[in-house]
Each structure stands twice: as structure tokens, then as C-alpha cells.
């Protein structure tokens, strides 16, 4: 039994076949955490003693010979911001340290009752701020293909733990590229579905109109089996959409012969690095090859897209994060003079780029500013939006590379803010208008990945999902393995 | 510089943030880069756009109104670091 090499379907067909237990695999993923993750520390949280209390239960399901789930039994983490009931929740803070939820976010109680093995929670960057991980209030977690590298952000620790095969996959979120980008920097799958496509119940708010709940995996139909669950209409989060959740892994077979694929001349430009357009371009290529037609396109408002969303994203995050008081949850100052006192002393605990954003969005929104900066913001996101609307007339799918360069060296970016927004250029578009997205590996520069983004319409993640599955059968670079 | 540190001051008291005078000099410089990048906005006429708030469409998403009891009390206010009286959270007075 090799961790590395198994995916959460031959993994599900070893348990089936009783080639090893669920107990024997959560054993190996701890393991494997224990031999690597002092080196990649993509963990803050690693719950042993319930990992294998989960994985006894999906043996005894198995040995009664009762029908299990694909997800069963099989070992996986999760973003630290999303609520695990009984186990710590940060959000990658010490706003939140010691925070232990009493209730589950609602897609990790849709996991567990598939029989998901929760392992740990991954580190990330604060509430979601940041494309390196490296804002974390916690250890910084490395990429796996190269330690001294970021390994992306904000869910840079699930993509590391996926990527480093410490589990088979893990929940993160993607607001502005948080998902796809570390996906990318680390070569694994990630998907960020339509906004309102999975709940966001129980998952620690960044910014509303624009967070999204998806998945990282090893491979395209490992990603399209955990989806699966994930999906579809919650109570408890009124802006998910009532629309019936279609059965991804099923629908990844056949071909893209005569699929249009449009390429946007603006995501090929400015500062994206000659190796990643030309690794992309012959991913491009290969996708010619397997009969798509490839069709140039332009969104040409993609430039105002970072601008826009730096104003929308930190205006919604100073609403959200003004719950974080120390009265009903997180560390609470003991020394305080006043509730004012008490809420300055319990918040100086942001991170810098939390408190940054917080004063972005805290001025953005003020009054005499709100017009100029949150309004504007908005209409931009209308004109982006239509940038998508109109090109998916035209074509079925969208290609991108995900992210403008490889992994850069952990503290290259960090006294410049401008400078690491804008790595989020190519990923934030997609956001804005609440569209589909997939990043997979399509190939590596000077062992760094580099992955493809794949974006579709609006509630399509079936398309983007194949497009995706193809590609990767025709490729397979989810082969390669970093070393560690 | 569009912030000036009287500025950064007044919103950080806004946002009950209290920073030490180096980060108001820092965050008054950087935040005034960021905001100056914002300008690049201006180079699109939006008179006549309307502007997006949700992109889902819903509008109006109703439920019953029956009590549905998704956590119970005792264990959220197990939660807080601050005495509870009689089921409330008793915090720092105002004044």
C-alpha cells in the first residue's frame, strides 16, 4: 500500500477488496505527517485520536459487508476555516487559538456522513488573506517541490498536505484564487465551484459575495467524487442556488472533439512569466490535439479586475471580521478598562495584512468615500461579469494559466502588499463574476508546477471537470511526485 | 499621499484597531500605494452600469417559520472566555 500513489478511488477499491483497512491507511497518512509535516507544516491541527476512532467505524461498516460510499474510510484534511465540531478552528489566527466549534460546518457533516476519515486542519493564510500562506498566524507552511518556495495561498496547507500525500484530499476555499493558485504552486487538482454552488455554513466568512467552498485533490475524478458530496442547496446558507447536483464522476468520459475552447489574449500579457505562457501555450496545444477547437478571445476588462476586487473583498471582510471581539469566541484580554479597551486589546492579534484590509475596507466604505471606491467597485464587477457572459456565447470553456509564475522564495513578496495582490491577476476575474474554475498541473519550470486554469459558465462544473479529466488522462503529470 | 496618518488614526479607531505610531506610518504608506493603484478605475466610464452585489440572482429565499434548533444554547456560550449570568455573556461596561 502506497499512500503516494493511491487515489481516493483505488483507495475505495483496496478497502472493498479488503487489500488493507481504513484503519491501516489513517495510520499511514499519520505517519506520513509525522515523517514530513515538520518539514511542509501544512498542518495547525492533526486530531489522531479521532482519526482512527473514524476510520474503526468505516472497518466495521466494511467487515458487516454494508455498502460504503467512494469517500469512505479514506483520510483527509480540512482548512482550518471551516468549523470542525470538537476540534480547534482558527481560521490560521490567534484571534481564534483555542476556539474549539460545537457544531460542524455543514459540507464537513455532508463528508462525515460519507464516511470521510478527518485528519487534521491545515494552515493557511489568516482569515483567507493572502496568495502565500505566509500570513498565517501560525508555522508557514513550504511547498513540497522545493522547501524554500511558497507553497501558495490562502489554502497553501491543504494543497501542500495533498501534494505532499499526507492525505488524499482536502476542503478549501477560494474568494480571489485561494484554492487554485496553491493548487497550481504545488501540482494537484483544485476546484473552485460557481459561487453558491456548496454551503458556506460553518465556514469562517472572508468576503460574502464572493467566497466559495471547493476541493483539492490528487487527481480530476478524486476531485469530482469529493464535489459530489459537497454540493448543492443548504438551508442554513440562503445564497445557495436549489438546483440538483449533477453526478460529476460519471460525467468526465468521452471527448472534447468540437468543444470550443476560448483563449483570452490578457491572460498571456503583462506579468505573467515567458515560462508559464509557454508551458500553458503547449497545454493549449495538446488540448488542440485531443479535437478542441481553440478560439481567440478577449475579456478586456480583466486588467481592472485586481483593483476591483481589493476594494470589494477588504470592504465585505471589515464587515465580517468585526465579530472577532473576544466576547463569544477566541482569547479574551483579561486586563481590559473598558468594552473599548477590551476589543482593541483582543483584535491587535490580526495579522498585518488582516488589519490592512480591514482598514481598506473599514475606509472604502466610510462615508464620503463609499461612492468612489465600494460603488465603482461594483459596476467594475458588473463589466466583468459581462466580459464572461459574452465569451461564453461564443465558447464552451475558458483557458488560463492560473497563476502569472511559479512558487516564489518564501519573504521575496512580503514588505510589498501591492506586489502579492497582484498575483491573484489571473484568478480574480473568475471570482468577481462568480464562475467555475479548475487549476491542474500541466507541466513543471525548473521543478517548479505550473498549472492550467480551466474556467466554465456559471452551475457548469461538469464541463470543466471533463475538460480537466481528458486533459489529465492524455498527460498524467499528476504522476510525478515531488520527493520529500 | 491619499492617507494621511490622521486618516489611517481615525479609520483604525473605527475598525477598533489600535496601532503603535511605526504602523501608522507604515500602513499610511502602504495603504496609500494600494489606494493609488485604485485610480486605474477611473479609466472606465460607469455612468450608465449598474452595479453587482450577488451573482447568484436570488432573490427573496424564504423558509418556515418554525424554531429549528441547530446548536444548543449551552454549548455556544461554552464558547466564551467571559462570565455568563443567567444565559447572557457579561462583558466590560461601555463607559
Not at chain 1, 497553501?156 to 493548487?183: C, H, K, M
Not at chain 1, 481589493?310 to 472577532?324: F, H
Not at chain 1, 471581539?325 to 481590559?336: I, L, S
Amino acid at each position: 500500500m502506497d499512500i503516494k500513489t493511491l487515489t481516493v478511488r483505488s483507495a475505495h477499491q483496496g478497502l472493498k477488496d479488503k487489500k488493507f483497512s481504513s484503519v491501516e491507511l489513517t495510520e499511514a497518512c499519520l505517519a506520513r505527517i509525522d515523517e514530513v509535516d515538520e518539514k511542509i507544516k501544512a498542518f495547525i491541527t492533526v486530531c489522531r485520536d479521532y482519526a482512527i476512532k473514524q476510520a474503526k467505524e468505516a472497518d466495521e461498516k466494511i467487515a458487516k459487508g454494508e455498502e460504503i460510499s467512494i469517500l469512505e474510510g479514506i483520510p483527509m484534511s480540512v482548512k482550518d476555516m471551516y468549523c470542525t465540531k470538537g476540534v480547534q478552528t482558527t481560521a490560521g489566527s490567534r484571534v481564534l487559538e483555542g476556539f474549539v466549534p460545537p457544531y460542524d460546518a455543514t459540507i464537513v457533516k455532508k463528508l462525515k456522513e460519507a464516511g470521510a476519515v478527518l485528519v487534521g486542519k491545515n494552515t493557511q493564510d489568516e482569515f483567507g488573506h493572502g496568495v502565500s500562506s505566509e500570513n498565517t498566524g501560525f508555522d508557514v507552511p513550504h511547498n513540497p517541490w522545493n522547501f524554500s518556495r511558497v507553497a501558495g495561498g490562502s489554502s497553501g496547507g491543504s494543497a501542500a498536505s495533498v501534494s505532499a500525500s499526507e492525505v488524499f484530499y482536502s476542503l478549501g476555499t477560494d474568494t480571489g484564487g485561494s484554492i487554485r493558485q496553491p493548487s497550481a504552486v504545488c501540482s494537484v487538482v483544485g476546484l473552485k465551484p460557481t459561487y453558491g454552488r456548496s454551503s458556506r455554513y460553518g465556514v469562517v466568512a472572508m468576503a460574502s459575495s464572493l467566497d466559495t467552498m471547493g476541493c483539492i485533490g490528487k487527481t480530476v475524478s478524486d476531485t469530482a467524487d469529493v464535489f459530489k458530496v459537497m454540493a448543492g442547496k443548504d438551508e442554513l446558507d440562503s445564497t445557495t442556488v436549489d438546483m440538483p447536483v449533477p453526478d460529476y464522476p460519471n460525467l468526465l468520459e468521452g471527448d472534447i472533439k468540437r468543444l470550443k475552447i476560448g483563449v483570452p489574449k490578457e491572460y498571456f500579457e503583462g506579468g505573467v512569466s515567458d515560462d508559464v505562457k509557454n508551458i500553458v501555450q503547449k497545454a493549449i496545444e495538446k488540448l488542440a490535439d485531443l479535437g478542441a477547437q481553440i478560439v481567440d478571445i478577449s475579456l478586456p476588462h480583466t486588467k481592472y479586475g485586481v483593483a476591483a476586487y481589493y476594494i470589494i473583498c477588504p470592504s465585505e471582510v471589515s464587515a465580517n471580521l468585526g465579530r472577532y471581539d473576544g466576547v463569544r469566541y477566541g482569547p479574551a484580554a483579561k486586563d481590559a478598562e473598558d468594552l473599548f479597551d477590551f476589543y482593541i486589546k483582543n483584535r491587535s492579534k490580526f495579522h498585518p495584512e488582516v488589519k490592512r484590509r480591514i482598514m481598506i475596507g473599514t475606509y472604502s466604505l466610510s462615508s464620503g468615500y463609499y461612492d468612489a471606491y465600494y460603488l465603482k467597485a461594483q459596476k467594475i464587477r458588473t463589466l466583468v461579469k459581462k466580459d464572461f457572459d459574452e465569451a461564453f456565447e461564443k465558447v464552451d470553456v475558458i483557458v488560463t494559466p492560473t497563476s502569472p509564475t511559479v512558487a516564489f522564495k518564501i519573504g521575496e513578496k512580503v514588505s510589498d502588499p501591492l506586489s502579492l495582490y497582484m498575483c491573484d491577476v489571473l484568478t480574480i476575474p473568475a471570482s468577481l463574476a462568480g464562475i467555475c474554475g479548475l487549476s491542474l498541473p500541466c507541466g513543471f519550470s525548473g521543478g517548479l508546477p505550473v498549472g492550467l486554469q480551466i474556467l466554465g459558465p456559471q452551475f457548469l462544473e461538469e464541463v470543466i471537470l471533463k475538460v480537466g479529466h481528458i486533459y489529465e488522462k492524455a498527460t498524467e503529470w499528476y504522476r510525478k511526485k515531488p520527493t520529500v | 499621499m491619499k492617507l494621511s496618518k490622521e486618516q489611517v488614526r481615525h479609520t483604525a479607531k473605527l475598525a477598533r484597531l489600535k496601532l503603535t505610531e511605526e504602523e501608522v506610518e507604515l500602513y499610511s504608506r502602504q495603504l496609500s500605494q494600494v489606494l493609488d493603484y485604485m485610480d486605474i478605475l477611473d479609466e472606465v466610464d460607469t455612468s450608465s452600469v449598474e452595479p453587482t452585489s450577488q451573482v447568484t440572482g436570488l432573490k427573496n429565499v424564504y423558509r418556515e417559520d418554525k424554531i429549528k434548533r441547530v446548536c444548543d444554547r449551552e454549548e455556544l456560550l461554552a464558547c466564551t472566555k467571559l462570565p455568563v449570568e443567567r444565559d447572557q455573556i457579561k462583558v466590560k461596561s461601555v463607559f
